[in-house]
């Protein structure tokens, strides 16, 4: 499974971001898929995630009710709606598909992932 992750950018404090993780079609259909981000120096962490047909999804603490996560199964995409934007968001943002269909928030139970978009919130 290839993913494709993209959107990023720079955005001023409290402005808002979409990103996308796509993947080949027929691909993670059946996969719950993920999104994580890293900043040099730190350990990944979990953002957001979500169940292989949309229904069922979760946050970290941090982004709640500020990130929404959601897929077009369609156009074999999920994307990242980023509202609310602080300087503590930057990070470069990766996408991947879990092993199973419902997810997690261990990293470890993602097995696919793409190359990250990098994500600059300025104060």
């Known amino acids: 499974v290839q993913l494709q992750a993209s959107g990023g950018g720079l955005v001023q404090a409290g402005g808002s971001l979409r990103l996308s993780c796509a993947a080949p079609?027929?691909?993670?259909?059946?996969?719950?898929v993920g999104w994580f981000r890293q900043v040099p120096g730190k350990e990944g962490e979990f953002v957001a995630g979500?169940?292989?047909?949309?229904?069922?999804?979760f946050y970290a603490d941090a982004v709640k009710g500020r990130f929404t996560i959601s897929r077009d199964r369609a156009r074999n995409t999920v994307y990242l709606q980023m509202n609310s934007l602080k300087p503590e968001d930057t990070a470069v943002y990766s996408c991947?598909?879990?092993?199973?269909?419902?997810?997690?928030?261990?990293?470890?139970?993602?097995?696919?992932w793409g190359q990250g978009t990098q994500v600059t919130v300025s104060s």
């Open positions: 991947a598909a879990s092993r199973s269909s419902y997810g997690s928030r261990d990293k470890g139970s993602y097995a696919y």
């Open positions: 079609r027929g691909t993670f259909s059946n996969n719950a």
């Open positions: 979500i169940s292989w047909n949309g229904g069922s999804t």
